[in-house]
């Protein structure tokens, strides 16, 4: 038997007016994962336990089958697992956006948390640069993906409260600047990062061709290394991730598994998903467990683009949840749990911690289950709930 985690970050939403009340799940074109909604089951499940922020880390965390109470210490040390960066017990990773603030008056505001997704290679000089003027023994920058990258502050503080930037689009940030202990550093830093990146040639080139700049940085998700069991121990089972953001392969590292780098995943809409379902095939050859990541439908609802969240899902469903289910027929026998995260509401453009949609299926027993197709309202008139991450994860082993 196989397992798999198909999962689509943000996908789920809420009826929208300019759909006549349908989602924008409703209104994609879903074909693998409507037949496998009505062959399988369908319910709603809690990905993120009351008093924690809806970030994709924590719901992430639960899906995979962890409990974020027992092992959440920020998105940041997650990430660095997967740039390879080492954190001693004295170290806090903090993330690090390239983002572009816009000016108005005397305030500056969160114009993009992701300054126009800036292209990796783009954004890996810009750390370069980092790196070159503002690095010491106690601030240390790596390099990531696009706009993601990494901050680690060697005997750092922990303690400040800091704000996902893609919380705040279009938000005045002086209210959302670091506070508590360590704030000051923190902000001393980013208006130092201010000057260094304000005429890097890099930025100078994309104000040229109408790209927005990363005009500044924006630190957050900060924490200390995690202590997790690895699938191995909880489960007796191998494993691999195939994602495009670190998040997301880091967790699956700390989880024992092999995290499988896809040439071509942007962790955007432009992202190569033939090569992804391709790897979790292939993958799926030697372990027995595989955790897909696509993260376009994210994107597009962060950015409050409908049309690009509605094709996000589509692409999802063709090329990921379709491909490697008709890849695994007549191969192998195979559970999958297919899910978003959390929802992105488009017109929110940030998350919500609202229990999500799921479809379980067992390739061994397909029914007739009398649902109509996978959306938020059949989940929620399905009488089956899961109150966590972890029960959900249980039910996909069928343990
Ligand atoms: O990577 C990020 O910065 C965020 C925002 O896009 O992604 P996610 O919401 O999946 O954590």
Redesign the pocket.
């Known amino acids: 038997m196989k397992y798999l985690v198909l999962l689509g970050?943000?996908m789920s939403d809420e009826p929208l007016g300019q759909l006549g009340g349908a989602t924008p799940l409703e209104k994609a074109d879903t074909p693998h994962m409507d037949r496998l909604a009505r062959q399988g089951s369908i319910g709603l499940v809690r990905t993120v336990p009351d008093g924690f922020h809806p970030?994709?880390?924590v719901a992430n965390l639960s899906v995979f089958g962890y409990d974020p109470h027992q092992c959440y210490t920020g998105r940041s040390p997650l990430e660095a697992a997967s740039m390879g960066v080492e954190l001693g017990p004295d170290d806090v990773a903090f993330?690090l956006?390239f983002v572009h603030l816009v000016p108005h008056f005397n305030k500056l505001y969160m114009g993009d948390?992701?300054a126009g997704h800036i292209p990796t290679d783009q954004a890996q000089s810009l750390i370069a640069a980092l790196k070159e003027y503002l690095e010491d023994d106690q601030f240390q920058f790596h390099p990531g993906v696009s706009y993601?990258h990494l901050m680690v502050w060697r005997g750092g503080s922990e303690a400040m409260q800091c704000t996902?930037p893609?919380d705040i689009t279009n938000k005045c940030i002086g209210e959302y600047l670091p506070k508590g202990e360590g704030a000051e550093e923190l902000i001393h830093l980013m208006t130092q990062a201010q000057i260094v990146l304000k005429n890097h040639p890099q930025n100078l080139r994309r104000e040229q061709e109408g790209e927005l700049t990363a005009n500044s940085i924006w630190l957050w998700g900060q924490g200390r290394a995690p202590r997790m069991k690895s699938y191995r121990e909880l489960y007796g089972l191998s494993g691999a991730v195939i994602s495009a953001?670190d998040?997301i392969k880091g967790i699956g590292i700390y989880a024992g598994m092999e995290a499988i780098r896809v040439p071509g995943a942007t962790g955007y809409i432009d992202t190569n998903y033939r090569g992804k379902a391709e790897a979790a095939l292939a993958a799926l050859e030697e372990k027995d467990f595989v955790y897909v990541h696509v993260?376009a439908p994210?994107?597009a609802a962060?950015s409050g683009n409908l049309e690009h969240k509605i094709r996000a899902i589509e692409d999802f469903d063709r090329e990921i949840v379709g491909a490697i289910v008709e890849g695994l027929q007549g191969r192998h026998d195979f559970r999958l749990a297919v899910l978003p995260d959390h929802p992105?509401p488009v017109e929110k453009m940030t998350?919500t911690a609202d229990p999500v949609p799921f479809i379980l299926y067992d390739s061994t027993s397909p029914r007739e289950s009398g649902h109509s197709g996978y959306s938020e309202r059949n989940a929620r008139e399905s009488d089956l709930f899961y109150a966590s991450g972890v029960e959900l994860f249980a039910a996909l082993l069928g343990r």
Do not use: A, I
């Open positions: 970050d943000g970030g994709s880390d993330r956006n948390f992701s993601r996902p893609h953001v998040l993260e994210d994107e962060h992105t998350h």
